[in-house]
């Protein structure tokens, strides 16, 4: 089985700050998937961003990008310039493909983001 | 392009009832996930559904819960005789069939149940 650790509860950063979200998890798998999901008070979940294993270049999505360091089982989120809409819950999450197929995401407990004006 | 559509997006139900939790995936999408999520919680896997096939429900509780998705229609995540545990957000998620990087799941905005 799967865990994935957030090791932040809750982080507090002033607006145009960069800020990094930690996550770390748990597998024997070689091939699989990780992301990461906001969810504002509307209680939407969004995809922020996504990255597979199996490519050492890590992903970015215009102000978000990762840093996927596989051999320690690290993927952290770093938010630069951060603004007042960036305050949300941020989970990392995971899913493994043995290639026949998808599978379900194991989420860590979340990181809960303040963007102070 | 409508996202995946969950309805109701509230419901209230009292203890011995039955809820019924509607899922509409996204549009090319033909798989579909369930997930619930505690108060300060994360979410958790339920299952995993396909048209007319469940292929992993190794997250549903053994009893009282139970899921579908029909050839026609929405999936329908089922609770029968519900009790104050079960109140939780349930959100689903829907995803291309997983060929190359088609994975990606997109959620619902969830559905809140409130057993009281």
């Known amino acids: 089985a799967q865990t994935v650790t957030q090791s932040q509860p809750e982080m507090s950063v002033q607006e145009a700050e960069t800020v990094t979200l930690s996550c770390t998890y748990d597998?024997?798998?070689?091939?699989?998937?990780l992301f990461w999901y906001k969810q504002p008070p509307s209680r939407q979940m969004i995809l922020v961003i996504r990255?597979?294993?199996?490519?050492?270049q890590n992903a970015t999505e215009n102000r978000f990008s990762v840093n996927f360091q596989k051999a320690a089982k690290s993927f952290s989120l770093k938010i630069s310039d951060s603004q007042l809409g960036d305050t949300a819950m941020y989970f990392c999450?995971?899913?493994?493909?043995?290639?026949?197929?998808?599978?379900?995401?194991?989420f860590g407990k979340g990181t809960h983001l303040i963007i102070q004006p | 392009n409508a996202g995946v559509m969950q309805n109701p997006r509230h419901l209230v139900r009292r203890r011995g009832q039955e809820a019924r939790l509607r899922c509409s995936p996204m549009?090319?999408?033909?798989?579909v996930y369930w997930y619930r999520q505690l108060p300060e919680e994360g979410l958790k896997f339920m299952v995993y559904?396909?048209?007319?096939?469940?292929?992993?429900e190794s997250g549903m509780p053994k009893e009282r819960f139970s899921a579908e998705f029909p050839k026609e229609g929405p999936s329908i995540l089922r609770i029968q005789q519900v009790v104050r545990g079960d109140s939780a957000a349930y959100f689903c998620?829907?995803?291309?069939?997983?060929?190359?990087?088609?994975?990606?799941?997109?959620f619902g905005p969830g559905t809140r149940l409130l057993v009281l």
């Open positions: 998620a829907s995803s291309r069939p997983p060929l190359g990087n088609q994975e990606t799941q997109y």
């Open positions: 990255q597979e294993a199996y490519k050492q």
């Open positions: 549009k090319g999408h033909s798989h």
């Open positions: 999450a995971f899913m493994k493909h043995d290639g026949g197929g998808a599978d379900g995401l194991t």
């Open positions: 559904l396909q048209k007319e096939n469940i292929i992993d």
């Open positions: 597998t024997s798998e070689s091939n699989y998937y």
